[in-house]
């Protein structure tokens, strides 16, 4: 099954650093409050994940997001 970055709204401090990392560009800052994933252009490669200075971004499977 494919993976999905997950990011959790609560931490996410909308740095964009995940924005910057990603080589699909499936990240962006959503009205300057935290980052948001485009489903179709994820690839679940985690690089977002490991860059993250919060933490706040996991990749799981797809079926696990919501």
């Known amino acids: 099954m494919k993976k999905l970055a997950a990011i959790d709204r609560i931490i996410c401090v909308a740095c ?3 924005v910057k ?3 699909k560009g499936a990240l962006s800052i959503f ?3 935290y980052a ?3 489903e179709a252009k994820c690839v679940g490669c ?3 994940a490991k860059a ?3 933490g706040c971004i996991n990749v799981r ?3 696990e997001v919501k």
């Open 16 to 18: 964009g650093v995940c």
């Open 21 to 23: 990392t990603c080589p």
């Open 31 to 33: 009205r300057g409050c």
């Open 36 to 38: 948001a994933v485009d």
């Open 46 to 48: 985690g690089l977002c």
């Open 52 to 54: 993250c200075p919060a």
């Open 61 to 63: 499977e797809r079926s």
